[in-house]
């Protein structure tokens, strides 16, 4: 029954937030990747930019020379949001997962206001964390291998994820482990490209790609940060009313705050 609940409100809460973080994309980010893809060229070998794949994520994108891309227009629309939507849907999957069992346990108590305080932790452990190691790009941009990239950024999303939730809802004696597990992924070697970020044999269009991606990290942070404060809202308002509805929750008098 529980289990049944969670998928199906993750179902709805998942299609919210990838709706409206679709929106925001295609009035913020999608004009910068345009005016990026507008610079694209042929690239020396060895170098490596190509097709690039949004993801809701990080706001980042993949790199692969052979990759499919959708077309503008309608294409690219619905490719936005279809894959937004389905990583709503995960994340939703995740974070109700997660709010339910402290409830059950009488660990916290999760009402809507706290429902923020976990769509900014969201935010933190998987845009911005990861984006202060490595930025998200825009098409044009080299990187380094795919490969390496995702290895960090799955180091810093475990590493940042249980160290906010030792630090929200463990005792004491081990918040020191919950500040050690956020700063550990930084403390190894973080994949950088060594070399310059435009390849762009003209000056101008270098220059231009360049406020290009700065412009591009900010409206990807707040299109993410959007993001994440409706599926934390949304997420602690179904898990109380529909999702824990007529189950018992012990009450705990040594919940924590959030």
Request: aromatic residues 10%; without cysteine.
């Amino acid at each position: 029954m529980l289990f049944r609940r969670l998928v199906m409100n993750a179902v709805v809460v998942g299609f919210i937030a990838g709706f409206v973080l679709s929106i925001v994309q295609i009035l913020t980010v999608n004009p910068i990747i345009v005016a990026a893809e507008s610079f694209e060229q042929a690239e020396p070998a060895g170098v490596v930019t190509g097709q690039h794949e949004q993801t809701p994520a990080t706001g980042g994108h993949h790199h692969s020379a052979d990759a499919w891309a959708p077309k503008d227009g309608i294409e690219r629309l619905l490719s936005t949001l279809v894959a937004n939507v389905m990583a709503g849907i995960g994340f939703a999957a995740l974070v109700l997962a997660l709010m339910s069992q402290l409830q059950i346990q009488g660990i916290a108590t999760v009402s809507v206001p706290k429902g923020l305080a976990w769509g900014i932790a969201g935010f933190l452990a998987f845009f911005l964390a990861p984006g202060i190691g490595m930025p998200p790009e825009i098409p044009g941009a080299v990187s380094a291998p795919i490969a390496s990239r995702q290895l960090w950024w799955v180091l810093v999303v475990v590493g940042v994820s249980i160290g906010l939730l030792v630090l929200a809802y463990a005792p004491v004696k081990w918040k020191a482990f919950g500040l050690l597990s956020i700063a550990a992924p930084y403390l190894v070697s973080i994949p950088h490209y060594d070399g310059p970020m435009f390849t762009h044999p003209d000056p101008d269009a270098v220059n231009a790609l360049t406020g290009l991606h700065q412009q591009f990290f900010m409206v990807s942070g707040m299109s993410n940060f959007v993001f994440w404060l409706v599926l934390g809202t949304a997420s602690a308002w179904v898990l109380n009313r529909w999702v824990l509805a007529g189950l018992h929750t012990p009450t705990n008098s040594t919940q924590r705050p959030l």
